[in-house]
């Protein structure tokens, strides 16, 4: 069945450095790519997505690359601040088919140390 | 509204008990979904409206789970005879079918 993996789960970074988070996505068919940051105990948060047309999206820090060929996805947060600090989650979907459901992947505990 | 809405916040059940779990999507979305949420878990989707169209619902772990859309707009979300493999934080999301969904705060479940 459709899968999305992500990795690493946790990860740990200075602040001021980059982060990046990848994802594998099973489905080739999927064409829609969104993030999404949760913070502990709230609603999550979409940051940024991508769509199967295009390479590469940037929005001030953070930027999302798609390679549809490896069928992988990867987060890129530069400068990273203490308010990064989240649980983030890739998630992949067959946008315009007979169901819109995004597949999530496990998630990845950012820390952002000050 | 201004995002979406869910009640309760909070549910606490009895095994063996009916709960009902309410959504209020962004004005104007066509789109909804439900989504199961365990702790340390990412989102898994459960059920997927389209107005008040019943698209999807592969994501439903049995029988005991049921939603409903009636008027394309507010949904519920009914678990019955609740188990405490049922205690989950539910999402609801919503969109304009444009492929961006938006989430609710969910209702945190559980079940003793």
């Known amino acids: 069945g459709e899968n999305v993996e992500q990795h690493p789960s946790t990860l740990s970074v200075q602040e001021g450095d980059s982060a990046v988070i990848k994802c594998t996505y099973s489905d080739s068919a999927s064409n829609y790519f969104p993030w999404y940051k949760q913070e502990l105990g709230k609603r999550p948060q979409l940051i940024i997505d991508?769509?199967?047309?295009?390479g590469e999206k940037k929005d001030q820090r953070i930027a999302v690359t798609l390679n549809k060929t490896a069928k992988h996805f990867s987060l890129h947060i530069t400068e990273t601040q203490p308010e990064d600090s989240a649980v983030y989650f890739c998630a992949a979907s067959r946008f315009g088919g007979a169901t819109n459901k995004l597949i999530f992947g496990t998630g990845t505990l950012l820390a952002v140390q000050p | 509204g201004a995002g979406v809405s869910q009640s309760p916040r909070y549910k606490v059940a009895k095994r063996g008990q009916d709960v009902a779990l309410r959504c209020d999507p962004i004005?104007?979305?066509?789109?909804l979904f439900w989504y199961q949420q365990a702790l340390g878990q990412g989102p898994e989707f459960l059920t997927y409206f389209q107005n008040e169209a019943q698209l999807d619902k592969s994501g439903l772990p049995s029988d005991r789970f049921f939603a409903e859309r009636p008027e394309g707009s507010v949904s519920t979300l009914k678990i019955q005879r609740t188990q405490q493999e049922d205690s989950a934080v539910y999402l609801c999301a919503s969109s304009r079918g444009q492929g961006e969904a938006f989430f609710g705060q969910g209702t945190r479940l559980t079940v003793v």
């Open positions: 991508i769509r199967s047309n295009v």
């Open positions: 004005s104007g979305h066509v789109s």
